[in-house]
């Protein structure tokens, strides 16, 4: 099966602020380009990490008109260390998950 890379998405993840329950939250946010993609919470980072990365997945599948494969169980997807930029391959499409507020390496002239 043929894969489609050089997709990149940036992501955002930062813990809420605990409301009127003491319930620790952690928000995500999946950015393609300009575009809000995906959006919501967890109640733990390890979650939030593995919504980031199955959103994203399905994401990457629907810009390219393809079928994605059927959900896994969330705990069966590993997570991985927010702050980091990852590659992943997921099905037929290849993407990097890049921090939101991680700027690129400036070239020199």
Known sequence: MPAIEGLSFQYALHERKPGR??????RYELWHGARLEAAGWRVSE?????????HASRVG???????PRP????RSV?????????Q???GAVAFALVPLNLEPAAVPA
């Open 88 to 90: 992943v391959r997921d």
């Open 78 to 86: 590993p997570a991985f260390r927010p702050g980091t930029a990852v």
């Open 61 to 67: 599948h629907r810009l390219f008109g393809l079928t």
């Open 71 to 74: 959900a896994p169980d969330p």
């Open 21 to 26: 329950f003491p319930l620790r939250r952690w």
């Open 46 to 54: 390890r979650d939030a990490a593995r919504a980031v990365r199955l």
